[in-house]
């Protein structure tokens, strides 16, 4: 369930777990496994401890002081890689399939861009400070007994190298590095809270973050293109549904990859957003898609160039 931004928020808007439209996504996300299991045991033991604790209890029910390992790491994670390779969507949706494994319910909080000021002083860090006391009083209500939460909270910061770059660069304002020490500071402050709340990063820069951020970080999920069988687990699916051939698939697989133009293949985003809609429009109305006008397409089209940083 999805409540729109009211003028002045904080955030873009709230979404609430579980949501079936979030769970359809998150499906769609081929390839991400592993990002996606690491990501929602984390978040899971993050917000609700209890778990954990009945699981070391049954089978290490001798080594309890290894709770304390996992339970002291700040409720921070990095998601970092290239454009379109899938971090906000999972960290929009994820959200769904920690509150289905864990019974609860969890709300997303957006940080909104527009929120993050126009540079005056004092400015970013009241904004900062004031997203993360918004977090911390919803999380508050909502610890409950021997850590067994009644719901969580996840605060997401997409572009986050917008407001937590590096203080070590020469060029840094004063009113971004105070910014970034108020980051710090709420995360610091969830963490101590030991409420049920959680913070989700998304770079493309995980170079440009502070150390001081990526050290609190209780893990940095890495994301790439698409390899070739990632690829192939895309458009199967879809190209079977509109009756191409298997040979069709070989061809487009091979189109979206690498080649002696260009060193790297379509994004995640580049074949979900761009080709396969591009493919269903090209026929749409007159007839079906075929087999031709697919690999045609594909090979016409360019994907989004990766992510370069500027070195100063």
Same mark, same amino acid.
């Given at each position: /369930?999805?409540?729109?931004?009211?003028?002045?928020?904080?955030?873009?808007?709230?979404?609430?777990?579980?949501?079936?439209?979030?769970?359809?996504?998150?499906?769609?996300?081929?390839?991400?496994?592993?990002?996606?299991?690491?990501?929602?045991?984390?978040?899971?033991?993050?917000?609700?401890?209890?778990?954990?604790?009945?699981?070391?209890?049954?089978?290490?029910?001798?080594?309890?002081?290894?709770?304390?390992?996992?339970?002291?790491?700040?409720?921070?994670?990095?998601?970092?890689?290239?454009?379109?390779?899938?971090?906000?969507?999972?960290?929009?949706?994820?959200?769904?399939?920690?509150?289905?494994?864990?019974?609860?319910?969890?709300?997303?909080?957006?940080?909104?861009?527009?929120?993050?000021?126009?540079?005056?002083?004092?400015?970013?860090?009241?904004?900062?400070?004031?997203?993360?006391?918004?977090?911390?009083?919803?999380?508050?209500?909502?610890?409950?007994?021997?850590?067994?939460?009644?719901?969580?909270?996840?605060?997401?910061?997409?572009?986050?190298?917008?407001?937590?770059?590096?203080?070590?660069?020469?060029?840094?304002?004063?009113?971004?590095?105070?910014?970034?020490?108020?980051?710090?500071?709420?995360?610091?402050?969830?963490?101590?809270?030991?409420?049920?709340?959680?913070?989700? /990063?998304?770079?493309?820069?995980?170079?440009?973050?502070?150390?001081?951020?990526?050290?609190?970080?209780? &893990?940095?999920?890495?994301?790439?293109?698409?390899? &070739?069988?990632?690829?192939?687990? /895309?458009?199967?699916?879809?190209?079977?549904?509109?009756?191409?051939?298997?040979?069709?698939?070989?061809?487009?697989?091979?189109?979206?990859?690498?080649?002696?133009?260009?060193?790297?293949?379509?994004?995640?985003?580049?074949?979900?957003?761009?080709?396969?809609?591009?493919?269903?429009?090209?026929?749409?109305?007159?007839?079906?898609?075929?087999?031709?006008?697919?690999?045609?397409?594909?090979?016409? /089209?360019?994907?989004?160039?990766?992510?370069?940083?500027?070195?100063?």
């Amino acid at each position: /369930m999805t409540e729109p931004k009211s003028n002045g928020s904080l955030f873009e808007r709230r979404l609430v777990y579980p949501d079936v439209d979030c769970r359809t996504r998150l499906a769609r996300l081929v390839g991400l496994d592993d990002q996606k299991a690491r990501l929602t045991k984390i978040l899971a033991t993050l917000v609700n401890p209890a778990g954990l604790s009945a699981w070391l209890d049954r089978y290490h029910s001798d080594a309890l002081p290894v709770l304390d390992w996992v339970l002291r790491r700040p409720p921070l994670v990095i998601l970092a890689g290239d454009v379109g390779s899938g971090k906000t969507e999972l960290a929009e949706t994820i959200g769904d399939a920690v509150s289905r494994q864990e019974d609860i319910e969890i709300t997303l909080l957006p940080l909104s861009l527009a929120s993050r000021g126009e540079g005056r002083v004092g400015e970013i860090t009241a904004l900062v400070s004031a997203a993360f006391d918004q977090t911390a009083a919803e999380a508050a209500k909502l610890k409950g007994k021997a850590g067994r939460a009644r719901g969580a909270v996840i605060l997401l910061v997409d572009e986050a190298d917008a407001l937590a770059q590096s203080r070590e660069s020469a060029q840094m304002h004063h009113e971004d590095r105070a910014g970034v020490n108020a980051l710090i500071r709420g995360i610091d402050r969830l963490a101590n809270a030991k409420s049920p709340a959680a913070v989700i /990063m998304c770079t493309n820069r995980i170079a440009a973050l502070d150390p001081a951020v990526k050290r609190r970080a209780a &893990d940095i999920l890495s994301f790439g293109r698409p390899n &070739d069988l990632q690829r192939r687990s /895309m458009l199967e699916c879809a190209f079977k549904m509109l009756n191409l051939s298997t040979e069709t698939v070989s061809a487009v697989v091979a189109a979206t990859g690498q080649n002696g133009e260009r060193d790297y293949g379509f994004s995640f985003s580049d074949i979900a957003q761009r080709l396969l809609p591009s493919i269903v429009l090209d026929a749409y109305p007159a007839g079906p898609v075929t087999d031709k006008r697919a690999i045609e397409i594909t090979r016409e /089209m360019q994907p989004t160039p990766p992510f370069k940083e500027k070195r100063s």
